[in-house]
């Protein structure tokens, strides 16, 4: 398997396993880590051997010392799985890991068997742009757990919220240790991104998963995302917002189960 040049060094990161079955490699979203995935993936262990990893300035994994695109994660991903002997996956992202799912499986499409889009978009609006350099700006100023209210709002409806189940202190615990320049990074990559002309080349059976509850940006993406890879499914995890996986991991782990095993 050829793995191409990138930015990022993958050499250091550390690729977690667990569970037995067909390899699902799992990718994380934005200020949190590969722990995402112990809450929202558990229900698919039994079933599948799970690959995870931090991406870079998040959790255990360094902060670059440079600039960064969506393609550079992509790359990194490509160069893990030939590290790891993995020839062929099931892929799934969430938010900006939906976004390298994208990407990869646009680019890789040998190495895809089938691909699952959570709460992702293929390119943010102009507005959702200008904020991630807002966000860039106070994460390096004020550190990302001045951002955690707010955030915290957009990923979980108001009656979890409330509950304040272990889930949102997961969230709120990564935020709070979150490296600034780790998260802003990641924002200038998220802005800069539009994967809208790879649509049609991705080729691996794809499920388009959303929290019903979702900023109308993303519910919109979610729709395109259904209407322009080719037989693409649409399904909602419900109550859910922007981290449905966390807040309805018992439906996410039932679709996946029911996608990746047909």
């Known amino acids: ?59 255990e994994a360094g902060v670059p010392d440079q600039a960064y695109g969506i393609e550079d994660l992509s790359g990194q991903l490509a160069t893990l799985l030939a590290r790891e002997g993995v020839s062929r996956a099931h892929v799934a992202g969430i938010s900006l890991g939906g976004l390298v799912a994208q990407h990869f499986a646009a680019t890789h499409l040998q190495l895809v068997e089938r691909l699952i889009l959570i709460d992702t978009t293929p390119r943010y609006v102009d507005d959702m742009r200008r904020m991630w350099a807002e966000r860039a700006h106070s994460a390096r100023t004020a550190g990302v757990g001045s951002l955690s209210d707010g955030l915290l709002k957009i990923w979980f409806t108001d009656g979890y919220l409330a509950a304040n189940p272990p889930a949102v202190g997961y969230v709120r615990d990564c935020f709070a240790k979150a490296s600034g320049e780790g998260y802003a990074l990641a924002c200038e990559a998220l802005a800069a991104a539009d994967l809208r002309p790879l649509a049609a080349s991705i080729q691996a059976p794809t499920l388009v998963l959303c929290g019903k509850d979702e900023l109308p940006p993303f519910l919109d993406a979610a729709h395109w995302l259904q209407q322009n890879i080719n037989a693409a499914q649409l399904a909602w995890l419900s109550p859910a917002k922007h981290a449905s996986i966390l807040e309805q991991p018992e439906q996410f782990a039932a679709h996946a189960r029911a996608f990746l095993q047909r």
């Open 1 to 59: 398997m050829r793995t191409p040049a990138t930015k990022l060094d993958a050499a250091s990161v550390k690729v977690h396993r667990k569970g037995s079955g067909p390899t699902l490699v799992l990718l994380h979203c934005l200020g949190v880590d590969r722990g995402l995935w112990d809450i929202a993936a558990a229900g698919l262990e039994a079933s599948f051997s799970l690959l995870s990893y931090d991406f870079p300035g998040h959790g």
